[in-house]
Structures are given as structure tokens and as C-alpha cells.
């Protein structure tokens, strides 16, 4: 069975930082590029960065460059999205998935930006 579980999330001030995690398991995760996705309330999914199956290549979106660094531990199972100076409309439901064929999406982890 996939499994997908983001932890990480929490609740920090304009300007903080946040380390999210990716725990995969079920399907084979070293051979597979990975994906962080975010849901902000009343919006649609925002690709927020891509990262190769063996960590080498990675991709990001307007939003998150500069900010936002994916990595991955392929030896873990794991995939990280390490993010700093935070902003409120960073706020979101953030997930991660196998890229380009997602598997069904897991519970996500809330990440809360406010003052």
C-alpha cells in the first residue's frame, strides 16, 4: 500500500522557517521524481517545487525561489521541503506526491503563517 505522510507543519511568524518532511513507502521512492503541492483555504493546488529521483535536478515555482529548498534521502524514504522567510500567504495545506503520476494524496500538513 502507498503512504504518503508530510509532518512538519506548524504554526510560526512572517519570517520563520519550517522543515517539512515526506515519509513514502509502498512504491519504489529512489526511482521516483517527488513533488510538493500546497492548498491554501479557497484556492486551487499550487506546485510549489520538483525534485529528480536521485536528488540531483530540482525545480521550483515563482512562488517559493529563492525561499524554498526540496531535498530528499533516499536512503530514508524521505523528502523535505526546507522553507524560510515565511509570508502569510504561505499559509497552506501542504502536500507531496510522486511526480508526474501522483498516487491518491495523503492527509497533508497544515503550515499556519501569522502574526
Same mark, same amino acid.
Given at each position: 500500500?502507498?503512504?504518503?505522510?508530510?509532518?512538519?507543519?506548524?504554526?510560526?511568524?512572517?519570517?520563520?522557517? @519550517?522543515?517539512?518532511?515526506?515519509?513514502?513507502?509502498?512504491?519504489?521512492?529512489?526511482?521516483?521524481?517527488?513533488?510538493?503541492?500546497?492548498?491554501?483555504?479557497?484556492?486551487?493546488?499550487?506546485? @510549489?517545487? @520538483?525534485?529528480?529521483?536521485?536528488?540531483?535536478?530540482?525545480?521550483?515555482?515563482?512562488?517559493?525561489?529563492?525561499?524554498?529548498?526540496?531535498?530528499?534521502?533516499?536512503?530514508?524514504?524521505?523528502?523535505?521541503?526546507?522553507?524560510?522567510? @515565511?509570508?502569510?500567504?504561505?499559509?497552506?495545506?501542504?502536500?507531496?506526491?510522486?511526480?508526474?503520476?501522483?498516487?491518491?494524496?495523503?492527509?497533508?500538513?497544515?503550515?499556519?503563517?501569522?502574526?
Amino acid at each position: 500500500e502507498v503512504q504518503l505522510v508530510e509532518s512538519g507543519g506548524n504554526m510560526v511568524q512572517p519570517g520563520g522557517s @519550517l522543515r517539512l518532511s515526506c515519509a513514502a513507502s509502498g512504491f519504489p521512492f529512489s526511482d521516483s521524481d517527488m513533488t510538493w503541492v500546497r492548498q491554501a483555504p479557497g484556492k486551487g493546488p499550487e506546485w @510549489l517545487a @520538483l525534485i529528480s529521483f536521485d536528488g540531483t535536478i530540482t525545480w521550483y515555482g515563482e512562488a517559493t525561489k529563492g525561499r524554498f529548498t526540496i531535498s530528499r534521502d533516499n536512503a530514508k524514504n524521505t523528502m523535505y521541503l526546507q522553507m524560510n522567510s @515565511l509570508k502569510l500567504e504561505d499559509t497552506a495545506v501542504y502536500y507531496c506526491n510522486r511526480f508526474p503520476a501522483p498516487y491518491n494524496w495523503g492527509q497533508g500538513t497544515q503550515v499556519t503563517v501569522s502574526s
